[in-house]
């Protein structure tokens, strides 16, 4: 009985620091694992280096373009394609002719002013900078010239004549449904760069604001619907 009480408080603290060194392991473990997920998110970033200076995609993609055609090599001209995916899957690629033309004064004045709307955030029905919709952003760049559009992106649809997706021009409209092989129309962008290495457009998206995109993006291709030329 009195061996029981003496040694009582001592297994007691012999089962605490058993407990604790528990604790310290698994604490060890959970760090552990975390500085091993940070290494393998770290190591897996794609970033575009020359000459020790990092450059963006569109950045990288005109380099290439002038370093093409510095060597002599001119773009093919093909038309759209359908490429079907290992999964079986069935995705429409649009590659465009190559032609010169140049955008007029008006329309780059209508892409300037676009531009400057860069970062304003979504607002449904909005026209001003501190909130606009993808129609009220054409609203607003095209009244840069005084010219007034129709207000929805449906109705804008409608001003100009169509125009295919390969001969896509700086100032053209390009409009897309909520989802993939969509034929109503939701939304609505300018495009502002059109080359043989692809279209960039300008658009309020409604969940980054007035930002640019390129149309070829999977996203954005798979929505496409139809493109006009304004009718100025």
């Known amino acids: 009985m009195t061996d029981s009480r003496i040694?009582?408080?001592?297994?007691?603290?012999?089962?605490?620091?058993?407990?604790?060194?528990?604790?310290?392991?698994?604490?060890?473990?959970?760090l552990l694992s975390f500085l091993g997920l940070l290494a393998s998110c770290g190591g897996s970033r794609k970033i575009n280096q020359r000459n020790g200076r990092y450059y963006s995609a569109r950045e990288m993609a005109?380099?290439?373009?002038d370093e093409r055609r510095r060597r002599g090599v001119r773009p093919t001209a093909k038309a759209k394609a359908k490429s079907t995916s290992p999964v079986g899957k069935t995705k429409t690629v649009v590659k465009r002719r190559v032609s010169?033309?140049?955008?007029?004064r008006d329309l780059a004045t209508?892409?300037?002013?676009?531009?400057?709307?860069?970062?304003?955030p979504y607002k449904y029905g909005g026209t001003t900078r501190l909130?606009?919709?993808?129609?009220?952003?054409?609203?607003?760049?095209?009244?840069?010239?005084?010219v007034q559009i129709p207000r929805s992106s449906?109705?804008?649809?409608?001003?100009?004549?169509?125009?295919?997706p390969q001969d896509l021009q700086a100032g053209d409209l390009v409009?897309?449904?909520?989802?993939?092989?969509?034929?109503?129309?939701?939304?609505?962008?300018?495009v502002t760069e059109a080359s043989a290495e692809g279209v960039q457009f300008?658009?309020?998206?409604?969940s980054l604001g007035v930002v640019e995109n390129s149309l070829e993006s999977d996203y954005y291709l798979s929505r496409f619907i139809k493109a006009v030329r304004p009718r100025l």
């Open 154 to 164: 449906n109705e804008q649809a409608v001003w100009g004549a169509p125009i295919k």
């Open 175 to 190: 409009f897309f449904g909520a989802s993939p092989g969509s034929g109503a129309i939701t939304h609505v962008g300018l």
């Open 100 to 104: 010169p033309g140049s955008v007029s």
């Open 7 to 30: 040694f009582a408080p001592m297994r007691e603290h012999l089962t605490k620091v058993h407990y604790s060194r528990q604790q310290s392991g698994w604490w060890l473990v959970l």
């Open 62 to 65: 005109r380099m290439k373009a």
């Open 202 to 206: 300008i658009h309020s998206s409604s």
């Open 131 to 146: 909130g606009m919709d993808c129609s009220g952003l054409l609203c607003a760049s095209f009244a840069a010239i005084d």
């Open 110 to 120: 209508v892409i300037e002013a676009a531009r400057s709307y860069e970062g304003t």
